[in-house]
Protein backbone atom coordinates (compact mmCIF):
# COMPACT_ATOMS: atom_id res chain seq x y z
CA UNK A 1 0.00 0.00 0.00
CA UNK A 2 2.67 2.15 0.59
CA UNK A 3 4.76 2.01 -2.42
CA UNK A 4 0.88 2.79 -4.00
CA UNK A 5 0.71 5.78 -2.15
CA UNK A 6 4.74 6.74 -3.33
CA UNK A 7 3.89 5.95 -6.91
CA UNK A 8 0.24 8.33 -6.11
CA UNK A 9 2.06 11.36 -5.70
CA UNK A 10 2.92 11.08 -1.70
CA UNK A 11 6.29 12.45 -1.30
CA UNK A 12 6.11 13.00 2.21
CA UNK A 13 8.40 10.34 4.42
CA UNK A 14 6.82 10.97 7.62
CA UNK A 15 3.58 10.57 5.89
CA UNK A 16 4.56 7.28 4.30
CA UNK A 17 6.01 5.65 7.53
CA UNK A 18 2.85 6.63 9.34
CA UNK A 19 0.86 5.10 6.77
CA UNK A 20 3.35 1.55 6.76
CA UNK A 21 2.75 1.67 10.45
CA UNK A 22 -0.81 2.46 10.92
CA UNK A 23 -2.65 -0.77 10.43
CA UNK A 24 -5.65 0.29 8.27
CA UNK A 25 -7.77 -3.21 9.07
CA UNK A 26 -7.47 -2.07 13.23
CA UNK A 27 -10.34 0.08 12.52
CA UNK A 28 -12.52 -2.37 10.16
CA UNK A 29 -14.70 -5.48 10.83
CA UNK A 30 -12.69 -8.33 10.48
CA UNK A 31 -15.14 -9.07 8.11
CA UNK A 32 -13.16 -6.62 5.85
CA UNK A 33 -9.37 -7.24 6.41
CA UNK A 34 -9.23 -8.69 2.95
CA UNK A 35 -10.36 -4.93 1.36
CA UNK A 36 -8.46 -3.51 3.89
CA UNK A 37 -5.54 -2.26 1.53
CA UNK A 38 -7.08 -1.72 -1.21
CA UNK A 39 -7.81 2.21 -2.43
CA UNK A 40 -11.03 2.02 -1.73
CA UNK A 41 -13.54 3.94 1.13
CA UNK A 42 -14.99 1.15 2.64
CA UNK A 43 -18.11 1.01 5.49
CA UNK A 44 -18.05 1.32 9.59
CA UNK A 45 -21.45 2.10 10.20
CA UNK A 46 -23.31 4.61 10.80
CA UNK A 47 -23.46 5.61 7.37
CA UNK A 48 -20.06 6.82 7.28
CA UNK A 49 -17.02 5.30 5.48
CA UNK A 50 -13.16 4.93 6.30
CA UNK A 51 -11.57 7.41 3.46
CA UNK A 52 -9.38 5.85 0.97
CA UNK A 53 -5.49 5.45 1.95
CA UNK A 54 -4.84 7.67 -0.72
CA UNK A 55 -7.01 10.41 0.60
CA UNK A 56 -6.14 9.83 4.27
CA UNK A 57 -1.99 10.09 2.75
CA UNK A 58 -2.98 13.21 0.99
CA UNK A 59 -5.02 15.28 3.28
CA UNK A 60 -1.85 14.54 5.67
CA UNK A 61 0.57 15.77 3.66
CA UNK A 62 -1.38 18.51 2.46
CA UNK A 63 -1.39 19.46 6.27
CA UNK A 64 2.42 19.50 6.94
CA UNK A 65 2.04 18.47 10.51
CA UNK A 66 5.21 18.22 12.52
CA UNK A 67 5.50 17.12 15.28
CA UNK A 68 3.97 18.93 18.32
CA UNK A 69 1.72 20.51 16.60
CA UNK A 70 -2.30 20.68 17.81
CA UNK A 71 -4.06 18.96 14.90
CA UNK A 72 -8.00 19.74 15.17
CA UNK A 73 -10.14 16.82 13.15
CA UNK A 74 -13.52 17.40 12.73
CA UNK A 75 -14.95 13.81 11.91
CA UNK A 76 -13.21 11.16 13.89
CA UNK A 77 -15.09 8.25 12.38
CA UNK A 78 -12.75 5.17 12.37
CA UNK A 79 -10.33 6.49 14.08
CA UNK A 80 -7.57 5.70 11.00
CA UNK A 81 -6.67 9.11 9.87
CA UNK A 82 -6.26 10.40 13.70
CA UNK A 83 -4.05 7.51 14.50
CA UNK A 84 -1.93 8.70 11.04
CA UNK A 85 -1.60 11.74 12.69
CA UNK A 86 -0.75 10.92 16.18
CA UNK A 87 2.01 8.58 14.64
CA UNK A 88 3.45 11.55 12.92
CA UNK A 89 3.54 13.43 16.11
CA UNK A 90 0.98 15.53 16.44
CA UNK A 91 -1.14 16.59 19.45
CA UNK A 92 -4.51 15.46 17.91
CA UNK A 93 -8.19 16.62 19.04
CA UNK A 94 -10.85 14.81 17.30
CA UNK A 95 -14.60 15.60 17.09
CA UNK A 96 -17.43 12.98 16.23
CA UNK A 97 -21.30 13.67 15.75
CA UNK A 98 -22.29 10.13 15.59
CA UNK A 99 -22.50 8.90 19.10
CA UNK A 100 -22.31 5.41 18.10
CA UNK A 101 -19.04 5.66 16.10
CA UNK A 102 -17.70 7.85 18.72
CA UNK A 103 -18.06 4.97 21.62
CA UNK A 104 -16.91 2.68 19.48
CA UNK A 105 -13.52 5.22 18.52
CA UNK A 106 -12.73 6.48 21.64
CA UNK A 107 -11.59 3.40 23.67
CA UNK A 108 -10.29 1.54 20.46
CA UNK A 109 -7.70 4.41 19.68
CA UNK A 110 -6.73 3.91 23.58
CA UNK A 111 -6.39 0.63 23.31
CA UNK A 112 -4.16 0.70 20.37
CA UNK A 113 -2.13 3.12 21.74
CA UNK A 114 -3.21 6.32 20.14
CA UNK A 115 -3.19 9.55 22.91
CA UNK A 116 -6.21 11.16 20.93
CA UNK A 117 -8.39 13.56 22.71
CA UNK A 118 -11.87 12.34 21.55
CA UNK A 119 -14.94 14.44 21.78
CA UNK A 120 -18.82 14.02 20.60
CA UNK A 121 -20.01 17.42 19.45
CA UNK A 122 -20.74 19.33 16.01
CA UNK A 123 -17.83 19.84 14.31
CA UNK A 124 -19.33 23.17 12.83
CA UNK A 125 -18.44 24.80 15.77
CA UNK A 126 -15.09 23.06 16.66
CA UNK A 127 -14.26 22.82 20.53
CA UNK A 128 -15.79 25.67 22.12
CA UNK A 129 -16.66 24.37 25.27
CA UNK A 130 -12.73 23.90 25.82
CA UNK A 131 -10.10 25.80 25.64
CA UNK A 132 -7.15 23.53 24.10
CA UNK A 133 -7.13 26.07 20.87
CA UNK A 134 -6.11 27.72 18.64
CA UNK A 135 -5.27 24.81 16.78
CA UNK A 136 -2.07 24.54 14.22
CA UNK A 137 -3.76 22.93 11.50
CA UNK A 138 -7.38 21.77 11.21
CA UNK A 139 -8.49 18.68 9.35
CA UNK A 140 -11.69 18.33 8.02
CA UNK A 141 -13.14 14.51 7.15
CA UNK A 142 -16.49 15.32 4.98
CA UNK A 143 -17.62 17.54 2.57
CA UNK A 144 -18.41 21.01 3.93
CA UNK A 145 -20.82 23.73 2.09
CA UNK A 146 -18.74 25.82 3.01
CA UNK A 147 -16.06 26.94 5.20
CA UNK A 148 -17.17 26.70 8.95
CA UNK A 149 -16.11 30.53 10.38
CA UNK A 150 -15.81 28.70 13.68
CA UNK A 151 -13.45 26.66 12.68
CA UNK A 152 -11.09 29.44 11.38
CA UNK A 153 -11.44 31.32 14.35
CA UNK A 154 -9.60 28.34 16.13
CA UNK A 155 -7.00 28.17 13.47
CA UNK A 156 -4.07 30.00 13.97
CA UNK A 157 -2.11 32.86 12.32
CA UNK A 158 -0.53 30.82 9.71
CA UNK A 159 -1.34 27.54 10.70
CA UNK A 160 -3.48 25.45 7.81
CA UNK A 161 -6.84 24.28 7.13
CA UNK A 162 -7.59 21.62 5.01
CA UNK A 163 -11.49 20.74 4.02
CA UNK A 164 -13.40 19.17 1.36
CA UNK A 165 -15.89 21.53 -0.32
CA UNK A 166 -18.71 20.62 -2.45
CA UNK A 167 -22.13 19.13 -2.57
CA UNK A 168 -22.44 15.83 -5.12
CA UNK A 169 -18.18 16.15 -5.17
CA UNK A 170 -15.87 18.47 -3.19
CA UNK A 171 -12.78 19.98 -3.86
CA UNK A 172 -9.54 19.58 -1.70
CA UNK A 173 -9.30 22.64 -0.07
CA UNK A 174 -5.95 23.82 1.20
CA UNK A 175 -6.63 27.55 3.21
CA UNK A 176 -3.31 29.45 4.96
CA UNK A 177 -4.84 31.66 7.93
CA UNK A 178 -2.43 34.72 7.26
CA UNK A 179 -4.19 36.86 9.37
CA UNK A 180 -7.16 37.40 11.54
CA UNK A 181 -9.08 38.73 8.40
CA UNK A 182 -7.43 37.49 5.46
CA UNK A 183 -6.54 33.92 4.23
CA UNK A 184 -5.15 32.40 0.72
CA UNK A 185 -6.62 29.29 -0.26
CA UNK A 186 -5.01 26.04 -2.76
CA UNK A 187 -7.27 23.52 -4.54
CA UNK A 188 -6.03 20.00 -5.25
CA UNK A 189 -8.96 18.15 -7.40
CA UNK A 190 -11.67 16.39 -6.50
CA UNK A 191 -12.96 13.63 -3.87
CA UNK A 192 -15.73 11.82 -2.95
CA UNK A 193 -16.87 12.56 1.30
CA UNK A 194 -19.67 12.23 3.46
CA UNK A 195 -21.56 15.21 3.67
CA UNK A 196 -20.79 17.28 6.83
CA UNK A 197 -23.84 17.95 9.33
CA UNK A 198 -24.46 20.36 12.04
CA UNK A 199 -25.47 19.94 15.61
CA UNK A 200 -29.10 19.62 14.73
CA UNK A 201 -28.14 16.41 12.49
CA UNK A 202 -26.27 14.87 15.50
CA UNK A 203 -27.25 11.05 15.98
Known sequence: MVRLLAGQGITDEAVLKA?????????????????????????????????????????????????????????????YQAAVLCKMGAKVFSIERQKSLFDHTKPLL?????????????????????????????????????????????????GLMVIPLGEETQEMIRITKVSESERTEEKFGDYSFVPMLDGRQMR
Open 19 to 79: MGEVKRHWFLDSALDALAYEDRALQIGAEQTISRPSTVAMQSQLLQVQPGMKVLEIGTGSG
Open 110 to 158: AELGFNVRCFLGDGYQGLTEVNYGPYDRIIVTCGAREVPEALMAQLKVG
